[in-house]
């Protein structure tokens, strides 16, 4: 009997493990808007397209046509379905104002997830409109920030049938907003991220060009680093070490990582893909002007901390390096939150007290987790 249980439960644990995988079958869901405006809806605006000026690239433009009514923006069929994989990952979307006259009103930013029973509302943007440049608005995909349940927010993640923005921040009609890049990920979750001074860094999962190196920063709602000072420069030199583009391991002269500096051609000025203004650089004396995207050098290279720009590492796949992703500690769920989860579900499974789980209180834990076996209460 005994025997047949545990086959039970082996098949129990690989068809949990199995509905896992699949749920977490797409690591990124992404509108970068560089063709069209890939079938999003607006009610209360006009959506149109622009092939320039995002961030970077194409980008859509809404403009308020009803004064005193909000601008709903709508996520289209591509962002509904089973979003279960996602849980724990991150949402977001960069917004820039280009035109307005009104008041601001505060409730620009909020998202609404519905299954369509039920939905989940977080308002993400917690800083005004710029207009300056793209600011990128983004959100933990956790039950906890959603303030929800942990079986709520599983539900309704489930089956996902709209994702609605509200996209008016000012109260009259002239309104337009610059909108780029909504991205909803769990593909950051794994990488091995480093704390400075209020910020997280990671290198990027995957070797590639400049520009795809800065779109898997933006799924992890975050840019290529920008770096502000010589302090931030060497501690990145001494945090990330011994990474080297893709054909040339163990090459120190390879030893590099894109950062978020790049060639404007349209300003024809060198700037951060964050907008931020550059106030510090660190160019090497062959700094090349054509290679338009920047990488640092690092350990063990013998021209450590400093910066070039040949084109060889964009334009040649064996010669792409990873880059170095920055993003706000805020963006995240909280290590300390996260940390107290996990020792909480510990505590929970742990029915002898004696700090270890066991096989059979591994199985009882799994088998009520895939929902096959109801967690017993006390009378």
């Known amino acids: 009997m005994k025997i047949i249980l545990m086959i039970v439960s082996i098949l129990t644990l690989t068809i949990f493990f199995y509905s896992q995988l699949l749920s977490h079958a797409s690591s990124i869901l992404i509108s970068d808007f560089n063709v069209n405006d890939e079938n999003w809806s607006i ?31 709508s996520a289209p069929e591509t962002f509904h379905g089973d979003l279960s994989g996602f849980i724990g990952g991150n949402i977001s979307f960069d917004a820039k104002l280009l035109f307005k006259t009104g008041s601001e ?11 369509g029973n039920n939905k989940a509302n977080l308002d993400i943007a917690d800083t005004a409109l710029s207009r300056d440049r793209f600011f990128r608005y983004s959100a933990s995909l956790s039950a906890i920030e959603w303030n929800l349940s942990e079986e709520e927010w599983r ?16 109260t009259l009609v002239t309104e337009e907003i610059g909108f780029d890049n909504f991205i909803i990920s769990n593909r950051c979750n794994d990488l091995e991220w480093h704390e400075y001074n209020g910020k997280e860094y990671a290198l990027t999962e995957n070797f590639g060009s400049w520009q795809e190196a800065q779109t898997e920063a933006n799924s992890c709602g975050g840019n290529l680093v920008t770096i502000n000072d010589i302090e931030e420069n060497n501690w990145l030199t001494q945090s990330f070490t011994n990474t080297f583009s893709r054909a040339n391991p163990g090459n120190e002269n390879h030893s590099i990582a894109w950062i978020g500096y790049y060639y404007n051609t349209q300003s024809e000025t060198w700037e951060w893909v964050n907008g931020e203004p550059v106030t510090y650089t ?98």
């Open 43 to 73: 009610v209360g605006g006009l959506i149109t397209h622009s092939l320039k000026n995002g961030n970077p690239n194409g980008y859509i433009i809404l403009k308020d046509t009803k004064a005193n009514h909000e601008m709903l923006l």
């Open 105 to 115: 009103v505060l409730n620009f930013g909020t998202i609404e997830i519905s299954n």
């Open 155 to 170: 539900e309704i993640l489930s089956n996902v049938t709209s994702i609605n923005i509200v996209i008016e921040g000012f």
């Open 282 to 379: 660190n160019s090497h004396e062959l700094f090349s002007q054509e290679g338009k995207f920047a990488y640092l050098y690092l350990n063990p290279s013998s021209f450590k901390n400093l910066w070039n720009a040949n084109p060889t590492h964009n334009n040649n796949s064996d010669d792409n390096p990873k880059g170095i992703i920055e993003r706000t500690i805020s963006e995240c769920i909280s290590k300390d939150i996260f940390y107290q989860a996990i020792k909480a579900e510990r505590q929970k499974w742990d029915v002898n007290n004696d700090n270890l789980i066991g096989l059979e209180e591994a199985i009882n834990a799994l088998q009520i987790t895939s929902g096959l076996k109801k967690e017993s209460t006390a009378d």
